[in-house]
């Protein structure tokens, strides 16, 4: 119960903003390079095969996968504490893989469930994942049609992140981002079925500064981004207009609005010509 | 298992597909230049930031702080010590805090 109370505004403040990951550390330091190439440029002589970029992939998500681990404990005892069965919440994290939507959704549980309100609440939070899969899909060129409705199944923000900065400096090929996703998708469906079980043990992961991890990944990831034209705009107009909307009604509509406004700034600041560099 | 909590998740998980797949009405080869071009460059940066930006700059001093040096961090230092920078910085800054 204490844990259901406490931390209640905490996950919910905390979690929208902290789900996303980072692509293999070495990539996100290089991605602060030059960041040229932005579409795949063909083979290259030293193409790394499919086990090195799925290995990759898995090496870059773990830190984001440590920092996941803590809240999906807590999601899973806040699910069992509102009265869903284990199974259930697996299924949930499962169906769903949404940390932010299934914090929100879980925390105003009521029984029986209203599914359609569940149902609009979620695709509000979920929101920004239009514009996180518009884009991710221009990096996709090499992905079967198959294997992109795949990815965009398990796209959350920590592998969406990565692979953006993966694209930004080379290739984004399937492998890189099954290697993203799989066992960080596969880790949050374990870890919120433990924190079912265990979860109590969990007190509030904010005291220790995991829900950080996720602020600090998102901060490199965009530091990683710096060289490209707009990007003081583009950060100013994002971030000032989710701030703002934030401060007049919390939640997840200042993710849309700053997104849209950033989008917006950088392309008024581009002129008709583009920016291209 | 209830049949109220299973066409709720199933309506979650419904909702978050259609947000997932709607990058696929865009048609392939949309916005190669101009301002459209641009607009899709910056999104990255654009979702990024608005995920970030209440956190960092309306929660309090603490957030604030570690996230400034965080960025510090960022500027110079590959991933992995900008994640533990920014969990260090911001647990103790949070503890310090109600002590000021």
């Known amino acids: 119960m204490e844990i259901a109370r406490r931390p209640r505004v905490t996950f919910v403040q905390a979690w929208p903003r902290s789900i996303a990951h980072m692509g293999a550390v070495q990539s996100t330091r290089a991605s602060a390079g030059p960041l040229m190439p932005d579409r795949p440029t063909g083979k290259s002589p030293h193409e790394p095969t499919a086990f090195a970029d799925f290995r990759d992939g898995v090496v870059a998500t773990l830190p984001a996968m440590a920092a996941a681990t803590p809240f999906a404990f807590l999601l899973g005892a806040l699910a069992t504490d509102k009265g869903l069965s284990t199974l259930e919440t697996g299924l949930m994290s499962a169906l769903v893989f949404a940390g932010s939507a299934q914090f929100i959704v879980l925390d105003t549980w009521q029984s029986p469930a209203p599914w359609l309100l569940v149902g609009l609440v979620t695709f509000v939070v979920n929101f920004r994942h239009v514009f996180m899969s518009a884009s991710v899909l221009r990096h996709m060129g090499s992905f079967s049609p198959g294997a992109r409705c795949a990815a965009l199944l398990f796209l959350a923000d920590e592998n969406w992140a990565f692979a953006e900065a993966r694209a930004a400096r080379g290739r984004l090929t399937v492998a890189y981002y099954a290697g993203l996703s799989g066992f960080f998708y596969l880790n949050w469906v374990v870890s919120t079925v433990a924190g079912a079980y265990v979860g109590r043990l969990i007190r509030d992961p904010r005291a220790w500064g995991f829900d950080f991890a996720f602020i600090a990944i998102f901060i490199g990831l965009i530091v990683g981004f710096r060289s490209r034209p707009g990007f003081v705009v583009t950060v100013t107009a994002s971030a000032g207009t989710a701030t703002l909307v934030h401060l007049i009604q919390p939640g997840p509509l200042s993710i849309a609005l700053g997104a849209a406004a950033g989008v917006l700034a950088a392309a008024i600041a581009a002129g008709p010509a583009g920016a291209r560099r | ?100």
């Open chain 2, 1 to 100: 298992m209830s049949a109220d909590t299973l066409a709720a998740i199933a309506a979650m998980s419904l909702a978050t597909i259609a947000t997932r797949f709607a990058g696929l009405i865009v048609p392939a080869g949309f916005a190669r230049r101009g301002r459209l071009e641009a607009a899709f460059e910056a999104m990255p940066v654009a979702v990024l930031a608005a995920i970030i930006a209440p956190t960092v700059l309306a929660t309090g001093w603490p957030e604030t702080a570690a996230a400034l040096i965080t960025l510090i961090v960022a500027w110079r230092s590959p991933l992995i010590a900008v994640v533990v920078a920014g969990v260090a910085s911001a647990a103790a800054l949070r503890a310090l805090a109600p002590m000021l």
